[in-house]
């Protein structure tokens, strides 16, 4: 009912700059809070960043400063700009989104399939 497709990874040089997509489909009735996951091998999957539908924003510790969260309200789609990758950024990207969809009384959380980030020396 409600899909979440990213695009947008890749092999980038530390100090370098990607730009993630999320784009929200389906019948989806509101989106509430979006956000950007990731997930480095062995590690537990952290936030990194989330907007809220009005547009507050909630970064991590380590992201701050380089790292931009935007939504589209009206294509339901956020993106992530990262800026200045280190290698400690290099992991699995994964969109979080908070949804009603058409069919349900209340929000579910959706996630999309992931996208890879590798940043190198």
């Known amino acids: 009912q409600v899909q979440l497709v990213e695009s947008g990874g890749g092999l980038v040089q530390a100090g370098g700059s990607l730009r993630l997509s999320c784009a929200a489909s389906?019948?989806?009735?509101?989106?509430?809070?979006m956000a950007w996951y990731r997930q480095a091998p062995g590690k537990q999957r952290e936030l990194v960043a989330a907007i809220t539908a009005g547009g507050n924003t909630n970064y991590a510790d380590s992201v701050k400063g380089r790292f931009t969260i935007v939504r589209d309200n009206a294509q339901n789609t956020v993106f992530l700009q990262m800026d200045s990758l280190k290698l400690e950024d290099t992991a699995v990207y994964y969109c979080n989104a908070n949804i009603r969809s058409w069919y349900t009384s209340r929000a579910l959380y959706y996630w999309g399939q992931g996208t890879q980030v590798t940043v190198s020396s």
């Open positions: 389906g019948s989806i009735a509101s989106t509430n809070t």
